[in-house]
């Protein structure tokens, strides 16, 4: 089974940091890309950021860019997700997922980890 192993999300006051942290596991027969999606309170989900899993290319939504930082540590299998300049707006569930196909299909999901942003 794929299992998508996240921590690191928590409560931060408007101007802080915190380092999200996504350890993957399991029988994936293709990672096109990895990433992290969120879902704010009454919102749909919206893509945040990823990495092209073969070639390293990194995209970023624009509200975050400049702000958050993805990464990867291939010996640990692990993404991470760098947040500074937290703003109240980034309060949300955040996933970390994986595209399996280059057609684009975000096919697994981590559990969600919680980050909330007081002002």
């Known amino acids: 089974q794929v299992q998508l192993v996240e921590s690191g999300g928590g409560l931060v006051q408007a101007g802080g940091s915190l380092r999200l942290s996504c350890a993957a596991s399991?029988?994936?027969?293709?990672?096109?890309?990895m990433g992290w999606f969120r879902q704010a309170p009454g919102k749909e989900r919206e893509f945040v950021a990823a990495?092209?899993?073969?070639?390293?290319?990194?995209t970023y939504a624009d509200s975050v860019k400049g702000r958050f930082t993805i990464s990867r540590d291939n010996a640990k299998n692990t993404i991470y997700l760098q947040m500074n300049s937290l703003k109240p707006e980034d309060t949300a569930v955040y996933y970390c997922?994986?595209?399996?196909?280059?057609?684009?299909?975000?096919?697994?999901w981590g559990q969600g980890t919680q980050v909330t942003v007081s002002s």
């Open positions: 997922v994986i595209d399996t196909s280059a057609y684009t299909n975000w096919g697994y």
């Open positions: 399991g029988r994936i027969f293709s990672t096109y890309r």
């Open positions: 990495i092209l899993w073969s070639l390293g290319f990194i």
